[in-house]
């Protein structure tokens, strides 16, 4: 958040737009390169342009925008645009883009949880709109100090109001309380397995581990997406993992790859509950480039209390929101990562959780086995191995009701570009308004 800093106190007086422009894009650039460089080897050059080209560009057109909005003598409104600009341009780069709202602003507060309530009201919009409101108001306390009360209270009142809101939200309790315990065996992750045996293999390892819950009975017991291979003809290797449920009377969701008869993937989750027939449920966003093969499903899996989502599910938010207007308060995820994208990947399925007011129970092969609260708490976590199995246990609180954000969507997401279309309509008949009186515009 206080990378823009400097070059806002740069680019909002300076004299020479190209000059702004051209450096506001190669800051942009840098600002994406973590992401750019964490997947290269892994994600499409096509869709990495989105990344490189795209939102250096959109980052290039808030400053400039912000800066043709900026005057000395009225600094509050480059302190509005700043932030409903950064907003509205990324909550619409989301609404277009196949990945979702993955790398928003947003989720750089998902570690100052007061803030991150905001979610439950406005979804990672809210944070977004916050996390660059304070460099915008930093940079007017630089280059503007005698309007540094005025900035203060416009900055300062929303913050606070943000901060107390969220802070009362963590004092509420919960409902019930779970027991869920989460395991990965990253070694056996492998969606190109060849034979039958080493998928029989690797599923009974899987079904070990069940087995090692049963002293602490967890109320489900949650396995990576894809840890299990079906193929036609062969043994059904999800059996095993069915079989240690049954016999443990443990509920188990089991993410599979399987091979369908016509040769088409189906990327799913299976839910196993003691005496009961397996409910599946098939991943809805898929990988673009990466998961070409696979189908796409079609329907939430609910439960009663209990939903299941699958890894890139996550980065969807409206597909999300209806766990949370079913009355979700458990979501089961399934997930395989990069491994260097396995903190943020967890904390964006963290936020779906304050956004919807569930917990979310998440095993990410390749990644971290996180468990969090309704409020973004991270009640467990741990790093998942190459060499060896890891398993978890935690207890989950419960709560029943739903949040704002359920109920009313990307509300204030549209409320910023509705804002930002209102800025930009005000500038022009600000500077007709000058012309008419004869008067020049102020140069930007």
């Not at 499409?44 to 989105?50: E, I, N, T, Y």
């Not at 700043?82 to 709202?101: C, D």
């Not at 996390?131 to 009360?149: N, Q, V």
């Not at 060849?194 to 069940?210: F, G, H, K």
Request: glycine content about 8%; hydrophobic content about 50%.
């Amino acid at each position: 958040m206080i990378a823009p800093i400097p070059w806002l106190v740069y680019a909002l007086p300076a004299r020479s737009v190209w000059v702004v422009a051209v450096l506001s894009f190669v800051a942009g650039t840098v600002g994406r390169l973590g992401l750019i460089l964490t997947y290269i080897s892994v994600i499409p050059l096509a869709a990495l342009l989105l990344w490189v080209v795209f939102l250096p560009l959109s980052f290039m057109a808030v400053v400039l925008l912000t800066r043709w909005l900026y005057r000395p003598d009225a600094p509050w409104l480059a302190l509005l645009a700043y932030p409903v600009f950064s907003t509205a341009s990324e909550f619409l780069f989301n609404l277009a883009s196949p990945h979702g709202i993955f790398g928003s602003l947003g989720y750089a507060l998902t570690d100052f949880l007061p803030l991150m309530q905001a979610a439950s009201v406005g979804g990672v919009a809210a944070l977004t709109f916050i996390g660059s409101l304070i460099p915008m108001a930093a940079a007017l306390f630089i280059i503007a100090p005698r309007s540094w009360k005025s900035t203060a209270l416009l900055a300062g009142l929303p913050l606070l109001a943000a901060v107390v809101f969220g802070a009362t939200r963590l004092m509420h309790g919960y409902d019930r309380e779970m027991v869920v315990a989460l395991a990965a065996i990253d070694a056996t992750q492998n969606d190109d397995v060849r034979d039958e045996a080493t998928a029989v293999q690797n599923a009974q390892a899987y079904a070990a581990l069940i087995d090692g819950f049963a002293d602490k009975k967890p109320d489900f017991v949650v396995l990576p997406e894809k840890s299990v291979i079906r193929k036609p003809g062969w043994r059904d290797a999800g059996a095993s993992v069915r079989e240690a449920a049954e016999r443990n009377g443990m509920s188990v969701v089991s993410g599979l790859n399987e091979t369908l008869a016509d040769g088409q993937h189906a990327n799913v989750a299976e839910l196993y509950r003691p005496a009961q027939p397996p409910r599946r449920y098939l991943k809805r966003k898929l990988i673009p480039g990466l998961e070409w093969e696979f189908i796409t499903g079609a329907d939430s899996l609910v439960a009663g209390n209990i939903g299941v989502a699958i890894c890139k599910d996550m980065d969807f938010p409206a597909l999300i929101r209806d766990y949370g207007r079913q009355g979700v308060e458990l979501l089961l995820v399934p997930a395989w990562d990069f491994r260097a994208d396995a903190r943020l990947h967890s904390r964006m399925a963290v936020m779906r959780g304050v956004e919807n007011g569930f917990a979310v129970a998440r095993a990410g092969a390749n990644g971290m086995l996180t468990v969090s609260d309704a409020y973004g708490r991270i009640l467990a976590e741990q790093p998942t191995s190459s060499d060896r199995a890891v398993v978890m246990n935690a207890t989950v609180g419960l709560q029943a009701g739903r949040t704002l954000y359920s109920r009313i969507g990307d509300a204030f997401g549209w409320l910023t570009v509705v804002g930002a279309t209102l800025l930009i309509v005000s500038r022009f008949r600000f500077l007709s308004t000058k012309r008419v009186d004869g008067r020049s515009p102020q140069p930007s």
